[in-house]
T-cell receptor
Framework: DAKTTQPTSMDCAEGRAANLPCNHS???????VYWYRQIHSQGPQYIIH???NNETNEMASLIITEDRKSSTLILPHATLRDTAVYYC????????????FGTGTRLQVFP | DTGVSQNPRHKITKRGQNVTFRCDPI?????LYWYRQTLGQGPEFLTY????????KSRLLSDRFSAERPKGSFSTLEIQRTEQGDSAMYLC?????????????FGPGTRLTVL
């Protein structure tokens, strides 16, 4: 699975958009980009995934660059409850099925 | 749907003791995963099951660790002769086999402290 690089930490004001970047320059054509988050003292929670097209769901939007070497997770209106560690994971769907987490980005949403 | 449950939520033990954790996946989820997470790090994969069959084990899973899922429902993770380095959060996740994507549903974890 391709390696990902994320900033260690970010801050965001409540009500503003939070844009979390992820670099995955060695991504292969059949590898998807997944995002999970982990709120303090809880297990990780799935947010969204995509292959090459931009994706949106009720939680977030995922923007993948045309060359697929990087992506951005967007939380359109961050709330205090979005404070968490966000993990970007690149993997092949239907492959060995394990998730390989990095250290993620710690997002702090402040009032 | 009550989610993935794990018991106990916290376990404190002395070095050298054996401990066992239980995970109850979401009903009818064929796949069940165990991960370990130490402070400041992301979760690390340990092993996973499809029904009762253990399909993959990480090299992190030393011979002191054993996981079972005897009836394809709940799973147990046992650590024998615990060491201080085993102190971590042990996370369980599950997902249905069907479906192209593998969103895994995580439980709250069992926090192990080895004194």
């Amino acid at each position: 699975d391709a390696k990902t690089t994320q900033p260690t930490s970010m801050d965001c004001a409540e009500g503003r958009a939070a844009n979390l970047p992820c670099n995955h320059s060695t991504i292969s054509g059949n590898e998807y980009v997944y995002w999970y988050r982990q709120i303090h003292s809880q297990g990780p929670q799935y947010i969204i995934h995509g292959l090459k097209n931009n994706e949106t769901n009720e939680m977030a939007s995922l923007i993948i660059t045309e060359d697929r070497k990087s992506s951005t997770l967007i939380l359109p209106h961050a709330t205090l409850r979005d404070t968490a560690v966000y993990y970007c994971i690149v993997r092949v769907a239907m492959d060995t099925d394990k998730l390989i987490f990095g250290t993620g980005t710690r997002l702090q949403v402040f009032p | 749907d009550t989610g993935v449950s794990q018991n106990p939520r916290h376990k404190i033990t002395k070095r050298g003791q054996n401990v066992t954790f239980r995970c109850d996946p979401i009903s009818e989820h064929n796949r069940l995963y165990w991960y370990r997470q130490t402070l400041g790090q992301g979760p690390e994969f340990l092993t996973y099951f499809q029904n009762e069959a253990q399909l993959e084990k990480s090299r992190l899973l030393s011979d002191r660790f054993s996981a079972e899922r005897p009836k394809g429902s709940f799973s147990t993770l046992e650590i024998q002769r615990t060491e201080q380095g085993d102190s971590a959060m042990y996370l369980c996740a599950s997902r249905p086999l069907a479906g192209l994507y593998n969103e895994q549903f995580f439980g709250p974890g069992t926090r192990l402290t080895v004194l």
